[in-house]
């Protein structure tokens, strides 16, 4: 199973290479990241003019994951393919359309297989409203299943409003988007009301060739369900901390030394995230430490 990923992975990347050879080229993080959010510095749209933007993206994220309740690591490996259209329109606002599948080998557990197809719907603002806070709000379809795309495992609604914060120094960037966030599932029990703060400082390091990134995701959320064991709704507190370096920056400037006139390359990052879930029922704290290679290629096709 895992050659079948393999090929549809290299079979992408080789269409892309193809496409970006007659079209010109530009790209967010990896696979099904329905709601593409774009990188500083690496050609997203700027929100200044009208238009529509239609583009093709490819992601690959391979994974190691060690966890305390787990007798050893388990690998994995990610590949998402996206289609989308980025609308420009009046005072700054964009509209954002994206859909695509995206496929997961899990290589330690029988070479199972897990997929989705996803549909992403986002309104953001590039034009602050009040005190800097600029504005987004998103809505994502997922349909899961068991295996590659056979076997249905179930659909999930999720709703988000951010409103985000940027400041900017010489040396570096902080954005501090914080918002509320609904998930509706074909399962009952996994619905739930979620608050999240997602700071994330960009630091260029060598000239602006790399960049240092640093994130640390909070996030409350609150079931819907009363848990049987407790007979009380289920809490959490997750925290995530994501530390990597993104090499992008200097890939897209040997690519421009090359001919290429667009930064078709999003994302080349490599790091790791820890993972920490504190929850008022037994069985569901879980710390977990990820290495997480990824990189997120995009192509503009008009």
């Known amino acids: ?3 079948k990923t393999g090929i549809l992975a ?7 290479a193809a496409a970006a050879q007659g079209t010109g080229q530009e790209a967010p993080p990896v696979p099904a990241a329905v709601k593409p959010q774009p990188t500083a510095g690496t050609g997203a749209p700027s929100g200044s003019a009208t238009g529509a933007k239609i583009w093709f993206q490819i992601g690959v994220s391979p994974e190691i994951t060690s966890e305390a309740n787990l007798p050893r690591n ?3 490996t990610k590949v998402g393919w996206l289609l989308g259209v980025d609308y420009v329109f009046a005072r700054g606002w964009t509209a954002k359309l994206s859909l695509g599948p995206s496929a997961t080998v899990d290589s330690d557990r029988d070479s199972r297989e897990s997929s989705s197809f996803d549909v992403g719907l986002a309104l953001e603002s590039s034009n602050p409203l009040v005190l800097g806070l600029t504005p987004t709000i998103s809505y994502q379809y997922t349909r899961k299943y068991q295996s590659f795309f056979a076997d249905r495992d179930g659909h999930q609604h999720t709703f988000e409003g951010t409103l985000n914060r940027q400041f900017k120094w010489r040396w570096a960037t902080l954005d501090v988007p914080f918002g509320p966030q609904r998930i509706d599932a074909s399962n009952a029990a ?7 703060l997602r700071p994330k400082l960009t630091v260029p390091l060598l000239g602006d060739s790399v960049r240092l990134v640093l994130n640390l995701n909070l996030e409350r959320r609150w079931y819907d369900e009363t848990d049987p064991t407790i007979g009380r709704p289920r809490r959490d507190f997750r925290v995530e901390t994501v530390a990597g370096l993104n090499f992008a920056p200097v890939i897209n400037r040997w690519l421009a030394s090359q001919g290429n006139r667009q930064d078709i390359v999003r994302e080349f990052t490599i790091g790791g995230r820890w993972i920490e879930n504190n929850s008022n029922v037994d069985g569901q704290d879980k710390s977990s430490l990820r290495f997480t290679p990824s990189m997120t290629v995009r192509i503009p096709l008009n």
């Open 10 to 16: 290299a079979a992408a990347l080789s269409g892309a």
């Open 1 to 3: 199973m895992i050659g």
């Open 74 to 76: 388990t690998d994995s």
């Open 190 to 196: 996994d619905d739930y009301w979620a608050v999240r």
